[in-house]
C-alpha cells in the first residue's frame, strides 16, 4: 500500500519514520526489521511502498496490523493466508491493488466468522484512476466518494468502482459462495 498504510512490498516489514529523498525527490523510507520480516531492510532497502505487494508481505502486514487490536490467533492467520493466496492468484488488472484484495480478504474471513472490524484502520479507498484520496460529500444513501487528486473534473463516486472491483475480485475468487451485494460489504 501507499500513503499513511504503507509498508515494504516485498516483505510486508512496516517503513521507518524516517524518510530519505531519492535523486528525483520522491520519499523513501527503510524496512524495519522484526520477528514477522527478520531480514526485511536486506531483501529492499529503500520503499515508498507500493499499490501492489507480494502474497508474503500482505500475509506479513496482515498479522502485524491484527496484534495491534488482539492476542495473536493462528486459526485466523492460518485462514487469511489461505485466502490471500487465492485472492492474489486470481486477481488481475485493478482487482490486484493491495487496497481491493484487503477489502476482499476482509469479506472472506467475515463470511467465516471472524471479527474484521479491525482491518478498516489499515487500508484507505483511493481513486482507482489515479491512487489520490478520496473527498466525502453526502449522499443520498450515504457518503460518497469523490476523487481528490489529479482527476477532479470526474464527479464519479470512486467508493462505487472501489466496492464493484471489490465484489468481482470476490464473486471470481469463490465462485461456490454467493456473490455480495456492493452495498453490503464488511468493511466498504
Ligand atoms: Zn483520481
Not at 508481505?57 to 490467533?73: G, I, Q, V
Not at 484507505?124 to 466525502?136: K, S
Request: proline share 6%; aromatic share 6%.
Amino acid at each position: 500500500m501507499i500513503g499513511e498504510h504503507a509498508f515494504c512490498p516485498t516483505s510486508g516489514a512496516s517503513l521507518s519514520r524516517d524518510v530519505h529523498y531519492d535523486e528525483r525527490g520522491r520519499p523513501e523510507r527503510v524496512p524495519q526489521s522484526d520477528d514477522l520480516a527478520p531480514s526485511a531492510s536486506l531483501e529492499a532497502p529503500l520503499t515508498t511502498g507500493n499499490r501492489r505487494s507480494s502474497r508474503r508481505a500482505l500475509a506479513t502486514h496482515f498479522r502485524r496490523c491484527h496484534r495491534r487490536h488482539d492476542e495473536p490467533n493462528d486459526k485466523l492467520y492460518c485462514r487469511g493466508a489461505l485466502a490471500l493466496a487465492r485472492l492474489k492468484r486470481t486477481a488481475t488488472g485493478r482487482q490486484e491493488y493491495d487496497v481491493i484484495v484487503w477489502y476482499a480478504l476482509g469479506e472472506r474471513l467475515a463470511r467465516d466468522g471472524f471479527d474484521v472490524n479491525w482491518m478498516a484502520a489499515h487500508a484507505e479507498p483511493r481513486c482507482p484512476e489515479c491512487h489520490g484520496r478520496l473527498t466525502y460529500v453526502p449522499g443520498v444513501d450515504g457518503l460518497l466518494g469523490r476523487c481528490g487528486g489529479s482527476c477532479r473534473g470526474t464527479r464519479e463516486d470512486r467508493l462505487d468502482t472501489i466496492r464493484e472491483t471489490v465484489r468481482s475480485l470476490f464473486a471470481r475468487t469463490f465462485p461456490d459462495d454467493p456473490t455480495p451485494d456492493t452495498d453490503a460489504l464488511e468493511l466498504l
